[in-house]
């Protein structure tokens, strides 16, 4: 069984920065994909970036939404316990709550890792808003 908690979210004034932080607990992979997505009121979750690792901390891939290229970098520690969202230019359009998934499969295709049904663990979201 996996927990995964989210933190790092607050209130940011338009065109700052903010970390958002994904701590795992439980157990882990060798192989997984693992995201960020996002929920605004009254729209459906949207897919921010993921992470997709195979054999350890050997190779990785990353995958981003377009609406955040450039300006949002996911990472993960080599220990594979936390994983990290840099948020930079921030808008007031990036207000949402933020959620962190995991799964245990290593996803390379878009279908795949950037669907919510895709994930099989689930943060409890942390609230982010940019001022204007």
């Known amino acids: 069984q996996v927990q995964l908690v989210e933190s790092g979210g607050g209130v940011v004034q338009a065109g700052g920065s903010l970390r958002l932080s994904c701590a795992a607990s439980g157990r882990t992979f060798n192989s997984a994909t693992m995201g960020w997505f996002r929920q605004a009121p009254g729209k459906e979750r949207e897919f921010i970036a993921a992470i997709t690792w195979t054999g350890g901390i050997r190779s990785s891939t990353y995958y981003y939404a377009d609406s955040v290229k450039g300006r949002f970098t996911i990472s993960r520690d080599n220990s594979k316990i936390t994983v990290y969202l840099q948020m930079s230019s921030l808008k007031p359009e990036d207000t949402a709550i933020y959620y962190c998934?995991?799964?245990?499969?290593?996803?390379?295709?878009?279908?795949?890792?950037?669907?919510?049904?895709?994930?099989?663990?689930w943060g409890q979201g942390t609230q982010v808003t940019v001022s204007s």
């Open positions: 998934a995991a799964d245990s499969r290593a996803y390379y295709s878009s279908g795949d890792y950037s669907a919510s049904r895709a994930y099989a663990y």
